[in-house]
């Protein structure tokens, strides 16, 4: 084992993550959990995937002046502490990593740091024997706790906050009362020096482990011993509870990290994968992830359940000795005898959308979603608006009659009415079971930007760039079309009104408008500046209830919390603010990258949506306000966003004309996945008997994998650089391989062998292909030439010349004679007739280079894939685009025919492979299996299973759902 630390092995500590889950936590203006004092539905909120990817550049936090031996998240999540062989307790902004204060008192090395769950009480424990307690926001020393006889290596607050908890190596644990200072109880049963202590998040157990290699866990009501686990053969030196209290995490100097079933007391799980002693370890705060920091100089990331190594964080030179998750898991920090302190930043999780349907509307395409979530309407620059059956995506109506575009849409609480709003001066009421124009609400004298529905459905409020909001009575859906009067006209906006939102008991009407130059003192303060003004409107009076400056730009969207009295604006200064009703003030500000273009909150409220014009979507969880998962796919700005009334899907529109709908109920969808390449999988395919999958890699290998169970059967060497392609013969007896190394290589795949070398390429050959009877190959290369190769002989029979840039793909026609290629001049795809040696003609369309290719089973259509971020599918005599596939959010890489042509498997850059049925177009369905691009896809004989390969090297092989 490693020598530990300059300053000797007895510094080596574990940091212990403190309980940040605080109950009822006093509600205040600078508060960072709006609603914690609202009652919530008793339903627990929908957990995510917690992240997994951690940027493996870290941030340096502060200087290198000393060895810092503990690391702690405050539970706001705002400030991060460390200590270490300074002696001092430094705080920083966990945010911007600037250094707040540095707290001095201590005579000997901090190797221990704790924050009470409320957060306003630090604890320290040092060498020097004592434990301090510190006042956070006066940043001054409370008192100082006495009564161990040597170095203090570890502390816990128990979840209520009453009782400290300390760890030394004077063999006892000792337990504190947190408000008088006074110690409670010395627990005796180590018969070693006691290196970790935890309390379990529920309150009722408390772990200590040490140099005598067992775990002890002790009731808290009685301080008695409960059980003793043993397994550990070192010290055990690092102690974490789950967040629900059932497993406990232990590590120590063995290399070991152990997951322990504390109610049966046995171990559950070992986790085998460090090299050198276990210092550190910390559960993620939803319990999903292990955290583990170690001697050989890596963090380490497990999965709970399985146990598997999901990554590994290097970049300290020196050994790991301490580690902390943040409160919103979006952060780790860890230390090490390096003197360093690093901060790793995680991905949020990803999510695709279930469907994807091409609007066509414009690029200001907005929608709706009736409440029960089975028809949704779509409209835009067309000026018209399209009802679709949600569960089949067709069709239902296509309204019309507005002069301009329509700006915005809504459904009636019964999902009978919809609303328009439109740039010709009118708002519309349609009657949905029929398509009917119920009547035309004319009042405004200026575009109507916003429509909005009260609870009870007999109110419809209408407001636009007149800075006019007028009331109306909503008519009898049976009723004879007729023009209606408003019911009231609302005033005192000095800009346009550009949203509108009723609270969930319909008494208020929210309304948010343009930024304007601020006069008025009571506004603004005196300040001046432009700013977008938020009003509350009381119904039953008319009379205008509040009004203040809400945003340093426009006001974008509205939206009323349905359970907690707050509403949410969201601003074109990159921002949404939680404001309080009662008083209005700001109780949470979340500042993004771009502009926020669309807001609404899931039914039960525990989940919320936002959306930017940088095509952002996130979700956010409301009991702690974070980021839980981004919803990725849109191209351009989000204009709407909507939940279905049980919140297990919603849709959006965007910039890019698109209708995406999504679940947000958790996917099981077994998949097979071999691993064993190290470099980016070129290429996945399945054999014709659908027992195997090859591949190809940059890693130089081409290796065949047992399809049902993943396990590599065997690996092929031979190239001298990386492998960019594979082709399989329709038989499946050979297999084609292209390679950096400039050459190609027919393989026998029963035999695993090379069977000859195909050489004559002068630069990187990038694609290959055999014909259809398999007598011939094809290969394209970044010479500009195609070459045409016997397979029985390996001799070049043709080169295809008059091609004047690097080839990217290659595919043979069923004829057997004809040959698709692409390179990137003029973005087009060039025919080719083998036999004339000669052109046929181009397809061209494209925004970008084609990437990928794929001729239809009967050889008249050519689907082709582009760095446009779309799949098209064209004829192959005419040369004309017969389709278009949208809805990747990145480069298509790779594209396959079903071999009963009625549908297509693109993978692309976005992470994702997506399925396509060929006569419409939708998308049926999206996989993100990769956590990088999708190099490429296959698809089996049968079509029922799809295998992918991507640029994480994983090959991943699936069913098909019809």
């Known amino acids: 084992m490693q020598r530990y630390s300059p300053i000797g092995a007895a510094l080596l500590v574990l940091a212990l993550v403190a309980s940040f889950q605080s109950k009822g936590r006093p509600p205040s203006e600078h508060a960072k959990t709006p609603g914690a004092d609202v009652p919530r539905s008793g339903s627990s909120p929908r957990r995510f995937p917690e992240p997994t990817k951690f940027d493996p550049r870290p941030t340096a936090l502060g200087d290198d002046s000393a060895e810092m031996l503990a690391v702690i998240y405050s539970p706001d999540r705002e400030t991060l502490a460390t200590g270490g062989a300074d002696k001092l307790v430094k705080l920083w902004d966990a945010a911007g990593g600037k250094l707040l204060a540095s707290l001095a008192g201590h005579s000997d090395a901090i190797a221990g740091l704790a924050f009470s769950p409320d957060g306003k009480i630090l604890a320290s424990a040092s060498y020097d024997q004592t434990i301090k307690l510190w006042d956070v926001a006066a940043r001054k020393e409370l008192c100082t706790l006495t009564g161990h006889k040597n170095w203090i290596f570890g502390i816990s ?19 504190w009362d947190v408000a008088s200072g006074v110690e409670r109880a010395t627990l005796k049963r180590h018969k070693g020096s006691v290196r970790a202590v935890a309390f379990a998040p529920d309150g009722k157990l408390l772990a200590s482990g040490g140099a005598d290699r067992r775990i002890c866990l002790w009731d808290t ?83 709970i ?80 608006i399209r009802l679709y059956d949600v569960r089949t995506w067709q069709i239902k109506a296509t309204l019309r009659g507005h002069r301009a575009a329509v700006v915005g849409l809504a459904f009636s609480p019964d999902g ?75 005033t005192g906006h000095s800009t346009g009104i550009a949203c509108l939102a009723f609270s969930p008991d319909g008494r208020l009407l929210a309304s948010g408008g343009d930024a304007a130059l601020l006069l008025s003192p009571k506004l603004g303060k005196g300040k001046g500046g432009a700013t977008g003004i938020v009003k509350l409107w009381d119904i039953s009076s008319g009379k205008e209830r509040a009004s203040w400056s809400a945003h340093a730009g426009d006001v974008t969207a509205l939206a009323f919390a349905p359970h907690a009295p707050q509403l949410v604006t969201g601003g074109s200064d990159a921002a949404f603010k939680i404001w309080r009703l009662d008083d209005h003030k700001c109780i949470l500000t979340r500042r993004q990258r771009s502009a926020v273009c669309a807001l609404t909150f899931a039914p039960d409220g525990k989940q919320f949506l936002s959306g930017y014009s940088g095509s952002e979507i996130v979700l956010w969880d409301t009991d702690s306000w974070q980021e839980q998962i981004r919803l990725t796919g849109h191209h351009g700005a989000i204009h709407s966003l909507a939940f279905a009334l049980d919140g297990n899907f919603l849709i959006s529109t965007g910039q890019d004309e698109m209708l995406k709908q999504w679940s947000l109920e958790p996917r099981h969808l077994p998949v097979v996945r071999c691993s064993g ?27 065949l994998w047992d399809a049902s169970s993943g396990q590599e059967v065997a690996v092929w060497e031979g190239h001298a650089d990386k492998v960019q392609a594979v082709a399989l013969r329709a038989d499946g007896r050979f297999a ?74 290659v595919a043979f026609a069923p004829d057997n004679k004809t040959i698709a290629a692409s390179g990137s001049e003029d973005n087009a795809c060039v025919l080719w007739d083998t ?18 290719l794929a001729f239809s089973p009967d050889g008249q259509q050519l689907l082709t894939g582009s760095t446009d971020r779309t799949v098209r599918l064209w004829e192959v005599t005419t040369k004309k685009e017969i389709r278009r596939f949208e809805g990747h959010a990145g480069y298509v890489r790779s594209v396959w025919f079903a071999a009963n042509g009625r549908y297509v498997l693109s993978g692309s850059y976005d992470h994702t492979v997506r399925w396509w049925d060929v006569r419409t177009g939708e998308c049926r369905d999206s996989f993100e299996l990769h956590d990088k691009p999708v190099l490429s896809v296959g698809l089996s004989i049968d079509g029922h299973r799809a295998v992918s390969g991507g640029a994480d090297g994983i090959v991943c092989l699936w069913e098909l759902t019809p």
């Open 157 to 175: 607050f128990s979840p209520d906050g009453k009782m400290l908890a300390s760890a030394s190596y004077d063999r006892t644990v000792k337990v």
């Open 305 to 384: 359940n399985s146990g598997a190594e999901l990554a590994t964080l290097e970049g300290h030179s020196e050994g790991v000795t301490c580690l902390a998750f943040a409160p919103s898991g979006r952060q780790l920090a860890s230390a090490a005898a390096d003197r360093t302190v690093y901060l790793w930043e995680a991905s949020l999780p990803r999510l695709q959308a279930r469907h994807t349907q091409q609007c066509r509307h414009g690029p200001h395409t907005v929608a709706a979603l009736a409440p029960n979530g089975s028809i949704a309407a779509t409209a835009g620059d067309d000026r018209t």
């Open 736 to 809: 084609l391989s292209a390679s950096s190394d400039r050459t190609a290589r027919l393989w026998d795949v029963a035999a695993g062998k090379e069977i000859r070398q195909l050489k004559g390429h002068t630069k990187t050959v990038t694609c290959a292909a055999f014909s259809p009877d398999g007598q011939y190959v094809v290969t394209g290369s970044h010479d500009g030439t195609l070459r045409l190769w016997d397979v029985a002989t390996g001799r070049e029979l043709q080169k295809l010349k008059g091609l004047t840039d690097s080839l990217y793909a």
């Open 835 to 852: 036999v004339a040696n000669k052109k046929q003609g181009f397809f061209t369309g494209h925004a970008g280079p084609v990437l990928a």
């Open 416 to 490: 009978k009415l919809l609303a328009s709003a439109s740039r010709d001066r009118t708002a519309r009421l349609w009657s949905v079971p029929d398509g009917r124009l119920i009547t035309s609400l004319g009042g405004h004298r200026n575009a109507v930007r916003a429509v909005a529905f009260s609870p009870d459905g007999k109110t419809l409020a209408t407001a636009g760039s007149d800075r006019t909001i007028l009331l109306w009575d909503v008519p009898d859906p049976s009723a004879v079309p007729e023009p209606l009067r408003e019911r009231a006209t609302w």
């Open 677 to 703: 390449h190290s470099g980016w999988v070129t290429a996945a395919i399945l054999t014709p008997d659908g027992r195997h999958i090859l591949s190809g890699s940059w890693d130089g290998t081409l290796r």
């Open 221 to 303: 009501g009685t301080l008695a011993e409960k059980a003793v686990l043993a397994g550990h053969e070192g010290t055990v030196r690092g102690l974490a509870f789950s967040p629900d209290s059932k497993r406990l995490a232990s590590v120590g100097e063995d290399r070991a990290v152990k997951l322990w079933d504390v109610a049966q007391g046995r171990e559950a799980l070992s986790l085998d994968g460090h090299s050198d002693g276990v210092f550190s370890v910390a559960f993620s705060p939803h319990g999903q992830l292990l955290a583990t920091g170690s001697f050989d100089r890596t963090i380490k990331l497990w999965d």
